[in-house]
């Protein structure tokens, strides 16, 4: 469950093209997974939680919750560009591991992200945004899993196949806004980033906050649930409320 993706003609319904994820990644990814099943009993091995498709290039980028990995992979050929995961190169069988991504020196390692966005696109490299619910599901940090939740940045350079974080928030805010699963993270015209920790105190509240490009809060919201109720928000943005040419004139 959770593993294909389709593409569908808005207009007439019709199905123009499926890809099947279990033929681009190992076989033992999803044959050797035992920890999240459905209530159907299905195997959600990899938990497609974003997709992000840059017209240029035409590429895809993927965010797979139960298996702590994002990736790209061309739309027309599915050929593989990259991936980024906690899972050791030595784990991977030999024809992947040309598709790894190597971090540099204090760059996190993602786990359980959210919300995968490309940033920017310059050649060789790739400036991209996500949330990192940093827990532990299958290859993520296991010595910070649960710890805190945080909206990251990295650059990705596609001639080395290197990933440098270069940008982070929420870290110190600690457990109290760690969220296991759910968030987002918006990057504002503005360079702010507006981030959702969207499952806070196991679903009873979200904290939506803002923060500019030094880390310093804009905006801090808490929604609340009462003792019977949910209150979690899988995404959140920003919207113009009105459009930007709008002018307000009282005489009429």
Request: a positive charge; aromatic letters at 12%.
């Amino acid at each position: 469950m959770e593993d294909v993706l389709a593409e569908v003609d808005r207009t007439s319904g019709k199905v123009v093209k499926v890809i099947d994820l279990k033929r681009l990644l190992p076989a033992t990814m999803y044959r050797n997974y035992h920890q999240t099943s459905s209530r159907s009993g299905e195997v959600d091995w990899l938990h497609v939680n974003a997709l992000w498709y840059d017209q240029k290039t035409r590429n895809v980028l993927l965010s797979a919750r139960n298996q702590d990995l994002i990736m790209s992979f061309n739309y027309q050929t599915e050929k593989i560009n990259w991936i980024y995961s906690g899972k050791k190169a030595a784990s991977w069988p030999k024809k992947w591991r040309k598709y790894l991504l190597t971090p540099t020196k204090g760059t996190t390692i993602t786990g359980g992200q959210h919300g995968l966005i490309l940033l920017s696109e310059n050649g060789q490299q790739l400036k991209i945004l996500l949330y990192n619910n940093n827990i532990n599901v299958t290859n993520g940090n296991a010595k910070t899993s649960g710890k805190y939740s945080e909206a990251v940045a990295y650059t990705i350079d596609l001639s080395k196949m290197t990933i440098k974080q270069t940008w982070s928030y929420g870290k110190t805010l600690g457990t109290a806004n760690f969220t296991r699963v759910i968030g987002y993270a918006q990057r504002l015209s503005n360079g702010n980033t507006l981030i959702d920790f969207g499952y806070k105190q196991n679903e009873q509240e979200s904290n939506i906050i803002e923060v500019d490009a030094e880390g310093n809060q804009v905006f801090n919201v808490t929604l609340k649930a009462s003792a019977t109720n949910r209150t979690y928000a899988y995404r959140a943005y920003r919207l113009n409320f009105y459009p930007s040419n709008y002018q307000f004139d009282a005489t009429k």
